[in-house]
Nanobody, 120 residues
Framework: QVQLVESGGGLVQAGGSLRLSCKAS????????MGWYRQAPGKQREWVAS???????NYASSLKGRFTISGDNAKNTMYLQMNSLEPEDTAVYYC??????????????WGQGTQVTVSS
């Protein structure tokens, strides 16, 4: 059974930092492209960042270099370090695991989400 469990969300003031974690079980972590998505109230879910099995990373251009994604194969865990947080970053953040053979999210797995709230 595949499980993705996010943690690390919370309430932080603008300009602060948070580190999200996503612990994966039931999958061969090193054969999946892992990603973070977020969904703000009243908005569609949007892609934030991804890390491939090669450990290459990609980020949404709107983040302006404030976030860093990383992964630890030994711990089957992915991280998202978020710095200089802005109220616009307030959202539920979701972990996603997409098998490398799939080019879409249709065959991917999702975590339950963790709430990040940034106060002004």
């Amino acid at each position: 059974q595949v499980q993705l469990v996010e943690s690390g969300g919370g309430l932080v003031q603008a300009g602060g930092s948070l580190r999200l974690s996503c612990k994966a079980s039931g999958i061969a972590f090193s054969t999946y492209t892992m990603g973070w998505y977020r969904q703000a109230p009243g908005k569609q879910r949007e892609w934030v960042a991804s890390i491939a099995t090669s450990r290459s990373t990609n980020y949404a251009s709107s983040l302006k270099g404030r976030f860093t994604i990383s992964g630890d194969n030994a711990k089957n865990t992915m991280y998202l370090q978020m710095n200089s947080l802005e109220p616009e970053d307030t959202a539920v953040y979701y972990c996603n695991a997409r098998p490398n053979w799939s080019m879409t999210l249709q065959n991917s797995y999702w975590g339950q989400g963790t709430q990040v709230t940034v106060s002004s």
